[in-house]
Structures are given as C-alpha cells and as structure tokens.
C-alpha cells in the first residue's frame, strides 16, 4: 500500500511537465540510465550490490533469454525450451532485483519532498532487505548456471604422504563428508573401505546421492594437507590425503535421429525359402555420425528386421558412450590427485594456528576443531570458496563478451567501410 501511494505521488510530482527530472522512457529501460544523469550515482553505489561482471553476465543471459522467448513464441524449439527451462529463475531473480533497485531510485526522489520524506524512507528500508533477498537468489543462480550439477557422485579418499598420521587424516577427512552428507539427507553408501586398524584407513570408497551433490562436493578434490601433532609423537607433522569426485551419471539415453541414418533393404540370402531371397526383407543401416552399420535379416519381414538393426545399433552406441565416460573418469581422476605430494595441496589444515586455508581461491577459515565436527562450518567455506570461484569464472565470460562484442563492432565497421 505505501509503495503504491509512493509511486502514484511520483508519478504525480515528477512525471509532470513542470516537473520532469526524469526520462520517458526511464520504466522501460534499466536503472542505470538514470544513475548516469544526476546524483542518483551516490544511490547506485549504496545499493547496487552486483560487480560488474554480474551485471554483464546478467545482461547477456537477459538479451539471450527474451531472444529464446520470441522464438518459442514463434516456433517450437528444444534448444530455446532447454535455455528457458535453465535461465529462466535467474531471469527472474534478475528482474525483481531491478524492478526494487529501480523503486528505491523513485522513492529516493520522493525524499524531497517533505510531507512524503519519512514514508519514503520506511519504504526505502524495506525495499532494502528485499534487494538483499534477491541478490542472494542471483548469486545461488548463478552458481547454478555455471557449475556442473549432479545428483549422483562417487566420492574417494586415499591415504598419500605421511604414513600413520595420513591413515588418521584420511579417516577424519572421511567421517566428516559422511556427517555432511548425512545432514542434508543425502544417501551414503559404503562401496569400499581398506581400514588400517580401528584409527585410520588406506582408501575409501562411498556413493553419495541427494539434490546437488556434486556441486556440495566438488570443491573438495585434490591433495588436503594437515599440520598438527600425532598420536604418536610430540612433534608437528604434515601429512596429505587425496579427495577424488566424480559424477556418476544418472542415465545415459542414447538418442538416434532418423535423419542419422542410411537405411537400405536387400534380399536375405542362405536358408529361409524363396520368400527371403525374393523380397527385400533384409536391412541394413549406416550410422552416418559414426560410420558404424548393423544388418538384420533373422526375420522375414522387412520392419521387424529394421527394428532388431535399431537395437543392435543402440548397444553399440551406448557402449562407446559408457566407455568415453570411463575415460573421461579416470582423467578426472588423474587431475584431481595429481602426485599426492604435500607440495600439491589445494587445501591445508594447520592445527596450531587453528586455521584452514584454502589455496586455491585464498580463502582462510578459523575454529579447525568446529569444520570437522559441525556441517554449517564446512558449508560456510563452500559459500566463500563458491563465491571466489564465482567471481573468477565471470571474469573470464565478461572478457569472452567483451573480446566478442569488440570483434563483431571491427567487423561491422570493416563492411560500412567497404
């Protein structure tokens, strides 16, 4: 009801002739129009909480998505209904966040005048926590967009350097996942374990399946390092273990187009009387994507021959896509834990100083203690090391944008020239 009357009153004072501090145009364009012709820069700056490589990441999802939507709109098609279906509660978080940073701006005009002041300030308070609301959605959306999403993974941890202490790290390392796992209901379940009496274990084996898993863990491949002081000793060690994730797929669903194909009927030959040999029941298909072909010719009917190349041709084609899968895996796999050196880590956890540092993205966390033992403080070091990742992969995409627009302007003048 207040942003309303705050509206109608701006509408009234400053959509007016006599008093037109703002554009026509201004409702249908972005709020940063605005920003750039009159103090409202000051404005921008307080609220605004996108970097500028959101705002072009989210300026170019915007532009792509309404593109998607004229041409669903104009014609069936699966590749603009998979973009909508993937962008499409970034495109809105995107549009409320606007549409309130864009009422802030208007309710901040209201501001000067006096009989409207504190009603515009109380819709500006307001407004803030709903901008802060929706930048929090633009963030978990964008992580969405961009990272690799899976419900289904399989997680290992090996024992590398550092003999004992590197058994009881693994194992503490293992314990933690399990309570992490456990805490947002995913499913755990133990493939393989090589314990190494009842303090530590040589390498672990666990499927993990629950909503996004994959994106819970996958910041957690590659060599973690820990200083601290064994059981066994008075002196600090360091030891490593290697975290491996890779995602299990969960279907592979082989697809063949009819266009792909170069089916040919012939007479059958060898038994089956003078039906088969003179009538073309015979098939044979070409995979033309592959060059793989199957024949058929078990039957006497020519569809039902068809049918059986169809499957033969399918079984084919799956295994080509399971074994590209496996090789794939083990590449991973091989990246991941790298040589298991305690010069390799991404992640090193120093009891001494209490601190786990993740070196990587230069991120560093207090209370050791409390990550191994409490889930919210190991997802509160995903959100950080998330966010850094964040901001890196947008950088690169906003000088990908940039490099393409900059070529696409040379080549639009390069053609007016000619």
């Known amino acids: 009801m207040i942003r309303r009357c705050c509206c109608s009153l701006y509408n009234k004072y400053y959509k007016s002739p006599s008093n037109r501090y703002l554009p026509n145009s201004f409702t249908k364009h972005h709020p940063l129009r605005y920003f750039s012709q009159s103090s409202p820069d000051v404005i921008l700056k307080k609220f605004d909480r996108l970097t500028p490589q959101q705002r072009l990441y989210l300026e170019t999802i915007k532009k792509d998505y309404d593109e998607a939507?004229?041409?669903?709109?104009?014609?069936?098609?699966?590749?603009?209904?998979?973009?909508?279906?993937?962008?499409?509660?970034?495109?809105?978080?995107?549009?409320?966040?606007?549409?309130?940073?864009?009422?802030?701006?208007?309710c901040h005009e209201l501001m000067r005048e006096p009989e409207m002041e504190e009603i515009a300030r109380?819709?500006?308070?307001?407004?803030?926590?709903?901008?802060?609301?929706?930048?929090?959605?633009?963030?978990?959306?964008?992580?969405?967009?961009?990272?690799?999403?899976?419900?289904?993974?399989?997680?290992?941890?090996?024992?590398?350097?550092?003999?004992?202490?590197?058994?009881?790290?693994?194992?503490?390392?293992?314990?933690?996942?399990?309570?992490?796992?456990?805490?947002?209901?995913?499913?755990?379940?133990?493939?393989?374990?090589?314990?190494?009496?009842?303090?530590?274990?040589?390498?672990?084996?666990?499927?993990?399946?629950?909503?996004?898993?994959?994106?819970?863990?996958?910041?957690?491949?590659?060599?973690?390092?820990?200083?601290?002081?064994?059981?066994?000793?008075?002196?600090?060690?360091?030891?490593?273990?290697?975290?491996?994730?890779?995602?299990?797929?969960?279907?592979?669903?082989?697809k063949i187009d009819e266009a792909d194909l170069d089916i040919t009927y012939m007479r059958a030959s060898g038994p089956g009387g003078q039906f088969v040999q003179r009538t073309n029941s015979k098939c044979r298909i070409v995979h033309k994507p592959t060059g793989i072909f199957v024949t058929n010719q078990t039957s006497r009917l020519a569809q039902d021959n068809k049918n059986e190349c169809l499957k033969k041709l399918a079984a084919i084609l799956l295994k080509r896509e399971l074994d590209e899968?496996?090789?794939?895996?083990?590449?991973?796999?091989?990246?991941?834990?790298?040589?298991?050196?305690?010069?390799?880590?991404?992640?090193?956890?120093?009891?001494?100083?209490?601190?786990?540092?993740?070196?990587?993205?230069?991120?560093?966390?207090?209370?050791?203690?409390?990550?191994?033992?409490?889930?919210?403080?190991?997802?509160?070091?995903?959100?950080?090391?998330?966010?850094?990742?964040q901001l890196q992969k947008l950088s690169e995409i906003a000088e990908e944008i940039t490099q393409s627009q900059d070529q696409s302007s040379t080549s639009s003048s390069s053609r007016r020239r000619n």
């Open 122 to 254: 109380a819709d500006i308070v307001s407004m803030e926590k709903t901008l802060q609301l929706s930048y929090n959605d633009i963030e978990c959306e964008i992580s969405e967009t961009l990272l690799p999403s899976g419900n289904n993974i399989y997680l290992e941890v090996r024992m590398a350097a550092g003999g004992l202490e590197s058994s009881v790290f693994t194992k503490d390392l293992l314990n933690m996942y399990e309570n992490i796992a456990t805490s947002r209901g995913f499913q755990w379940t133990v493939l393989e374990e090589d314990s190494r009496g009842d303090i530590g274990i040589g390498n672990a084996i666990v499927s993990i399946s629950g909503p996004d898993a994959l994106g819970i863990f996958q910041f957690e491949a590659g060599v973690h390092r820990v200083q601290r002081v064994p059981i066994n000793d008075t002196r600090v060690h360091t030891s490593t273990a290697v975290v491996l994730v890779t995602s299990k797929p969960d279907h592979i669903d082989i």
């Open 69 to 106: 939507s004229l041409v669903r709109h104009i014609r069936h098609s699966q590749a603009s209904e998979r973009f909508i279906g993937k962008f499409s509660p970034l495109y809105t978080a995107y549009k409320e966040y606007c549409n309130t940073l864009e009422s802030i701006v208007e």
């Open 325 to 389: 899968t496996m090789s794939s895996t083990e590449q991973t796999k091989k990246s991941q834990a790298m040589h298991g050196d305690r010069s390799d880590k991404i992640r090193t956890y120093n009891y001494k100083s209490g601190v786990i540092t993740d070196h990587r993205y230069k991120v560093e966390v207090s209370g050791i203690l409390d990550y191994f033992e409490d889930p919210d403080s190991f997802m509160e070091l995903h959100r950080r090391v998330t966010s850094v990742w």
